[in-house]
């Protein structure tokens, strides 16, 4: 530290208000206590989620500003965010519009000419006196075009005296735009923080320079969680130095490794707040383990009947991960396990095979899927497996109503339904079922965690709950599957059926429709089955359904030998079921789709898919619908029929897809390309929320941060809760 900061931190403690006990834990001291936090402003950083010093001091800037960059008015562009001597010209009252004070500069040196404007909108006779013509000025501040030219609207001023003794600066600032780092000019990256309106990157950086005074003076404040023995031998920073680094980094720090958040001193944080929610992860699935399950240990009989009535043999990978979920079941503790498994892998025997152990135990099953359309395809299979054993599953979907949906929920509320197949109707609150022992949730990126957990609340009796599986074809790298999903185990089905071949994938320009269409027709020709899919026009449900429309009509055109069908989102299930048995049956030779059909729907016959503008879907969703084909014995082809000119990104997806057929390297491509947000779905990724770590950024950190949870937790449990506190302010909720 330098000798100019103490000074800088020693000053400032001294304004801090109400300083009357030493603070023990910053953690636990109120923002309220800082100058300048009054309860207009603790409001607004509440709403923030800030609420603590230590809140304040893991609010990390967004970027930095180099101060040090000056610049000529002449050379100056718009948009720039810079800092400029100038001469003072003029300064005068404009009445316009709005009122406002302009005032205009000029080069100190030699006048080129151009001028640089000053706009306030708010100012006094104070600031007015201080705009002294022949004065010099340094501005700082973010240039815009203007009416008279360019122009900076209340900038940071610090006014330099009349014979422009630079070593000499005024020390006095007008009090709205002042601020800390031109009073302390060995700043030159100044923070700049994510902010909301009302809270000036001024006040900000007071409250966080108040933090750093109180932090400097009484390093123990701020604890530090992470015992010395765990990070050796990384050597990263303290998290008293991260802090003070990240906040107010010297000149000589290197910008791009801050700004890309790979530096030591914000990898340090990232790892702790990392262990942090990986404890907070534990702690939740501790308390929910505790509650306990019945074990569903079943006979076996039931099992062995399936596995004789399939006619294939499970693949090594399945067999693998079915252990694992029979011990689950078989044990007193709820099962919470994610099968993850990439399209066509066959998760829904996996859980066909859980279920029949969980109904040879005397317990009930509830199947549940986030489409009608996935939903039905499950009841098929649930039909074409369980009826033959003596289990006719029940179906409760959203169209169930009244009576119809009466006699559904007494069947479940009084055992005399066994299995369930459903959509989230099966979450609603007037479902009760009378011995839930096993819930299946497909999809399981689709739904909130909220509906997750409220479908584990269903089946709590006597303190119990219903074990738990989570199937998801979105092949989630790991380091995201720790993070978004640390409360589950993981099992993940690594391989394919045998016979399957990779998809060949073409991407063909829509100039070259009619090949497409003589390769579709010979297809056809030969007995194979198609898929024609029509991808979302601008966000439009209404469009996208016309579209497959307008392309059923012209296929029916063009096809006039074929059978073709059409299914979208707009259609009623009543509707689109007969559709698709008719295609499951080899009845219709083309399904026109929306992408509804991109999850669930099994026909192994299907062997080509033409998917209508690729490029406006992401490379996860584009995987997922070319899944649909290649699920047989049949060499399959899907054609990309893109519309020209593609962005990079589009081309850069389209050519992934067409050499790439690992689900998980996909997905991987696909993160980077697009963020965890999106690919979770922003509900997903709520239940991930992180401050600073980032998974996919920080993958490394992410299995470091488990192990050293795992660590911590068994060898230090009283630090546990304070991590979490200083972290997960809302641990209690935080999982749901
Ligand atoms: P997903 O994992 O995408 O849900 P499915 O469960 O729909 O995959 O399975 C895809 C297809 O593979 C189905 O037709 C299913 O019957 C079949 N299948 C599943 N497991 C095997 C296996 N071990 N051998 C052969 N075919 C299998
Ligand atoms: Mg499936």
Redesign the pocket.
């Known amino acids: 530290m330098s000798a100019s900061n103490d000074v800088a931190a020693a000053g400032a403690i001294a304004i801090v208000k109400k300083n009357a006990s030493p603070p023990t834990d910053l953690t636990l001291m109120p923002v309220e206590q800082l100058r300048g936090a009054g309860p207009r402003v603790s409001e607004r950083l509440d709403r923030l989620g800030i609420r603590s010093v230590a809140d304040l001091l893991l609010h990390l800037p967004l970027r930095y500003q180099d101060r040090t960059r000056f610049c000529a008015i002449n050379q100056l562009q718009a948009g720039q965010e810079v800092s400029v001597h100038a001469r003072i010209l003029t300064a005068d009252i404009h009445q316009g519009r709005r009122r406002a004070l302009l005032v205009a500069l000029a080069d100190p040196e030699r006048d080129t000419g151009a001028r640089l404007w000053l706009r306030f909108f708010h100012f006094g006779q104070p600031l007015m006196r201080r705009f002294e013509p022949g004065a010099g000025v340094s501005v700082f501040g973010e240039v815009r075009p203007g009416p008279k030219g360019l122009e900076m609207i209340h900038p940071e001023l610090e006014f330099l005296a009349a014979d422009e003794t630079e070593d000499q600066p005024s020390a006095e600032l007008d009090h709205e735009s002042a601020s800390t780092a031109l009073e302390a000019p060995a700043l030159a990256l100044t923070p700049v923080y994510p902010t909301t309106e009302g809270l000036s990157q001024a006040l900000w950086r007071s409250l966080i320079d108040q933090s750093l005074a109180l932090l400097h003076e009484q390093p123990e404040c701020l604890p530090a969680l992470l015992p010395e023995s765990l990070l050796h031998p990384r050597e990263l920073p303290t998290l008293t130095e991260a802090l003070r680094l990240l906040h107010r980094p010297s000149p000589d720090t290197a910008t791009d490794e801050l700004l890309e958040r790979r530096h030591p001193a914000f990898q340090r944080l990232a790892l702790e707040e990392l262990i942090a929610q990986q404890l907070a992860l534990r702690v939740f699935r501790e308390q929910l383990r505790e509650s306990g399950a019945s074990p569903l240990p079943g006979t076996g009989q039931l099992v062995a009947a399936l596995r004789a009535l399939?006619g294939?043999?499970?693949?090594q990978a399945?067999a693998r991960v079915l252990d694992e979920i029979a011990a689950d079941l078989a044990a007193p503790r709820p099962m919470l396990r994610l099968l993850q498994?990439?399209?066509?892998?066959?998760?829904?025997?996996?859980a066909a095979m859980a279920a029949a152990q969980a109904l040879e135990s005397n317990a009930q099953v509830a199947l549940m899927a986030p489409t009608e359309l996935l939903a039905e395809q499950h009841l098929r299979?649930f039909r074409r497996w369980f009826v033959p054993l003596g289990f006719e599953p029940l179906w409760l979907a959203g169209r169930h109503k009244g009576a119809e949906r009466n006699a559904i929920l007494n069947a479940l509320a009084s055992d005399a339904a066994p299995l369930v197949v459903g959509t989230h109707a099966l979450f609603q609150d007037d479902v009760h079922f009378a011995r839930l022992g096993l819930v299946i949730i497909?999809e399981q990126h689709r739904f909130g965690v909220h509906q997750r957990l409220r479908l584990r609340e269903k089946g709590q009796r006597d303190g119990r709950l219903p074990h738990q599986l989570i199937?998801t074809?979105t092949p989630i790298p790991r380091s995201l599957a720790m993070t978004a999903y640390a409360d589950l185990d993981l099992s993940v089905?690594d391989e394919l059926?045998?016979?399957r071949q990779p998809v060949q994938t073409i991407a063909v320009p829509d100039a070259r429709r009619g090949e497409v269409m003589a390769r579709l027709r010979a297809a056809c020709d030969s007995g194979r089955q198609a898929y024609w899919v029509c991808t979302l026009v601008e966000e439009s449900d209404a469009l996208q359904c016309q579209a497959a429309e307008d392309a059923a009509a012209e296929l029916a055109r063009e096809l006039p030998a074929q059978r073709i069908g059409l299914v979208h989102g707009r259609m009623k299930p009543a509707e689109r079921e007969p559709v698709m048995s008719a295609f499951a049956a080899g009845e219709l030779d083309v399904l026109v789709a929306t992408t509804v059909i991109e999850v669930?729907v099994?026909v192994?016959n299907a062997s080509l898919m033409i998917i209508e503008n690729p490029e406006r879907l992401g490379l996860a969703q584009l995987h997922q619908l070319r899944?649909r084909v290649g699920?047989?014995l049949i060499e399959s082809v899907c054609l990309l029929l893109y519309h020209p000119p593609l962005t990079s990104q589009a081309f850069e997806r389209l050519k992934l897809l067409r050499e790439e057929h690992s689900g998980f390297k996909i997905a991987d491509a696909d993160l980077r390309l697009r963020g965890a947000g999106e690919v979770l779905g922003t509900r997903q990724s709520g239940h991930a929320r992180l401050r600073l770590a980032d998974p996919l950024r920080d993958r490394e950190l992410v299995s470091r941060a488990r192990e050293l949870a795992a660590l911590l937790h068994r060898q230090h449990p009283e630090l546990v809760p304070r991590l979490i506190d200083r972290w997960v302010p809302q641990s209690p909720d935080f999982a749901s």
Do not use: Y
């Not at 294939?312 to 693949?315: A, C, H, I, M, Q």
């Not at 498994?341 to 996996?350: A, W």
């Open positions: 399939i294939f043999e499970l693949t399945q498994g990439d399209v066509g892998s066959g998760k829904t025997i996996v299979s497909d199937m074809a089905i059926p045998p016979g669930g099994d192994p899944g699920r047989g």
